[in-house]
């Protein structure tokens, strides 16, 4: 019912629902139930509200820009930050989007979800609260000691 809500918002404040977006009675294997066509957007601006509201549903939206920089002030430009991700054949544009990407994970040319469970999960911003899971265990793990002696 959520979800429904978001596509009747998006469409609401002139979002063109480009795909999907309709409730099914079954799923993919004709499982019955409550499911929802994943919901494709486009003509979107940063303000709407599919833009600016944590969905968690299969809902998307197409903000189109002019160039990188535009693109990741954009992606910071969000009251949330639990994952953030680019596409892209630069390094360059990879490199600065790890180091300046506010969200708690930063993807290169890989989805959003399904990460790896033993690494420190959390976001930033409004998509946080307390302690990284994970966080000072991780640490451990990743650490490999070694013992070093200098004679001067």
């Known amino acids: 019912a959520q979800d429904q809500a978001y596509v009747a918002i998006g469409?609401?404040?002139g979002a063109t629902l480009a795909a999907g977006g309709q409730a099914l009675a079954t799923n993919?294997?004709?499982?019955?139930?409550h499911?929802?066509?994943?919901?494709?957007?486009?003509?979107?601006a940063p303000g709407m509200r599919i833009n600016r509201e944590e969905i968690f549903g299969p809902v998307v939206s197409v903000l189109r820009?002019?160039?990188?920089?535009?693109?990741?002030?954009?992606?910071n430009d969000t009251p949330?930050?639990?994952?953030s991700g680019i596409a892209t054949t630069s390094l360059r544009h990879a490199t600065h989007f790890k180091r300046h990407a506010q969200a708690g994970m930063a993807m290169v040319?890989?989805?959003?979800?399904?990460?790896?469970?033993?690494?420190?999960?959390?976001?930033?911003?409004?998509?946080?609260?307390?302690?990284?899971?994970?966080?000072?265990?991780?640490?451990?793990?990743?650490?490999?000691?070694?013992?070093?002696?200098?004679?001067?």
């Open 109 to 152: 040319n890989l989805p959003t979800a399904g990460v790896d469970y033993h690494v420190p999960f959390g976001g930033r911003k409004g998509s946080s609260y307390g302690a990284r899971e994970q966080g000072r265990y991780a640490v451990e793990f990743f650490t490999t000691v070694k013992t070093a002696y200098v004679q001067p």
């Open 11 to 13: 469409q609401a404040e």
């Open 80 to 83: 949330f930050g639990l994952a």
């Open 28 to 33: 993919e294997d004709g499982a019955p139930g």
């Open 65 to 75: 820009v002019r160039n990188y920089e535009e693109a990741l002030a954009l992606a």
């Open 35 to 44: 499911y929802m066509a994943p919901a494709l957007f486009t003509d979107t």
